[in-house]
């Protein structure tokens, strides 16, 4: 018996890393899941591999939004799962950034997690049960250097979270924040690290003295969209080997 068996999952960014990670393991533990990204090439061949469907999805997109959730229900007569997982890193201290490129940031990381959150809240709160889980960072719990924009967004994940789980607490609709620290995956070691060195940079910020798999944050999201996680809403759950204790 799976630990997702007869839920519907809908996941964002889901092409590739994290996102990708979720999709095998919700697959695995029983959940039909259905995959979304912008990476189409690489999100229809995770689908293939792992049975669940594939849409095209840029999480800033209104109306796409509300064209899939309707087929999933259409399809399924229920929504049970949301992880918003896309995401996108950008450098740039708050005295040098782009408006367009703050506001880039702002579009995906945030606005595509509130209007992720407003396409299935209303099915689930016919329903009287769901789960959705928006992937925040270290990033939403603390200040730091050259990334003021993605700072910014990860902290309104959080603060979104539990906004949207106090308005969905009595309709048993939870909502949680996952906290990674460094996951090794593309945006990790393109995007956030960009040349520095990696070895000096875990010795330094990470106690366990190591990066983390993108299963090992998977592992979490499971939890959170299980029956396991029945009373959990509106927290925050760190993933970071110890990252946020130094
Ligand atoms: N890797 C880390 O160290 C780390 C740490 C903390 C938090 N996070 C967060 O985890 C989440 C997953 O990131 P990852 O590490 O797997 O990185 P990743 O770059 O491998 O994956 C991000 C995915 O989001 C997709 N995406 C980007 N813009 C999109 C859009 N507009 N619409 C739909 N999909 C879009 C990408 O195509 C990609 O598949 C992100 O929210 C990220 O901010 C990552």
Redesign the pocket.
Known sequence: MGRLDDKVCVI?????????AEARLFGAEGGTVWL????DA?GEAVAGEMGGTYRS????DEAAWSSIIDEVVATHGRIDVLVN?????THGRHFEIDVDDFNRVMD??CT?VFLGMRAVSPHMRDAGSGSIVN?????GMQGGVNAFA?FTS?WAVRGMTKAAAVENGRRNVRVNSI??????????NN??LDGQDSERTVNQFVPMGR?AS?LE?ANMALFLASDDASYCTGCEFVVDGGMTAL
């Open positions: 964002t960014g889901a092409a590739r890393g994290q996102g990708e979304t990204d912008v990476l690489e999805l840029d999480v800033r997982n896309a995401g996108i890193y995906i990381n595509g992937i925040s960072s270290v990033a993605y990860k906290h990674p620290g460094l996951i090794d995956t593309e945006m990790l995007a956030v990066t993108a944050v």
